[in-house]
């Protein structure tokens, strides 16, 4: 089973609301990674999480914060964000963080901020 | 640093064609390459990988070779079917740093 779920598949919030994004895997993967994907554009990584702690910060505005409660869950908060955030938030695992080792992806939420 | 450049698309042919989607790569290290699927409204989905120089990747249908003498890593299928129609994504990583860049994507739009 090579599954990445991630809920809610949809999500519309103004720009004064606090909300959470949630990503799960139960394939034993160590290391889980936050995509932000625009229209027409390949996925920008915006965190990497390895073995439980954040080691990968792409520089992301604070309104968005990770959390990782334990190794198969992944959290993004998401609070006082802009329209320009509009996007469709990619989670992924992988076994380690190896070049070689796969990122497997979940089916995105797709977030409008209005 | 490390980057990807694919061909642009969009690229539209008609089913049973042959494709090719180009893929070339700058890299400081010995990185390995990834093609990944996007069908419209999901996430990415692996295609096929190769980890060092010469291997094959294939899946469905689709080939790949690493070519580190030409640094590519071009994508070929021999006959395309509409079901193939999605956006396709060249990647690399290297180091173990977990970061995957990606080539800007190439549309494919398959006609019957």
């Known amino acids: 089973d090579t599954e990445v779920t991630q809920t809610p598949k949809h999500l519309v919030m103004g720009m004064t609301n606090k909300k959470s994004l949630k990503c799960e895997q139960h394939?034993?993967?160590?290391?889980m990674y936050w995509y932000k994907q625009k229209a027409k554009k390949p996925p920008e990584l915006m965190f990497v999480?390895?073995?439980?702690?954040?080691?990968i910060n792409e520089s992301v505005p604070s309104r968005f914060s990770p959390e990782c409660p334990n190794s198969s869950l992944l959290n993004l908060h998401l609070h006082a964000l802009q329209p320009e955030d509009s996007a469709l938030y990619l989670c992924?695992?992988?076994?380690?963080?190896?070049?070689?080792?796969?990122?497997?992806f979940g089916p995105g939420t797709r977030l409008t901020v209005l | 640093g490390d980057s990807v450049t694919q061909m642009e698309g969009p690229v539209t042919l008609s089913e049973e064609a042959f494709l090719t989607i180009n893929c070339t790569y700058t890299a400081t290290g010995y990185p390995s390459l990834f093609w990944y699927v996007q069908y419209p409204g999901e996430g990415l989905q692996l295609l096929l990988k190769a980890t060092k120089a010469d291997d094959k990747g294939s899946n469905k249908g689709f080939e790949a070779t690493y070519r580190k003498e030409t640094t590519s890593f071009h994508l070929e299928k021999g006959s395309v079917q509409v079901s193939d129609s999605a956006v396709y994504f060249c990647?690399?990583?290297?180091?173990?740093?977990?970061?995957?860049?990606f080539g800007q994507g190439t549309t494919l739009q398959v006609k019957p």
């Open positions: 992924a695992s992988s076994q380690d963080w190896a070049s070689t080792d796969t990122q497997y």
């Open positions: 999480y390895s073995y439980e702690k954040l080691s």
């Open positions: 394939m034993g993967h160590r290391a």
């Open positions: 990647a690399l990583s290297s180091g173990n740093t977990g970061k995957l860049i």
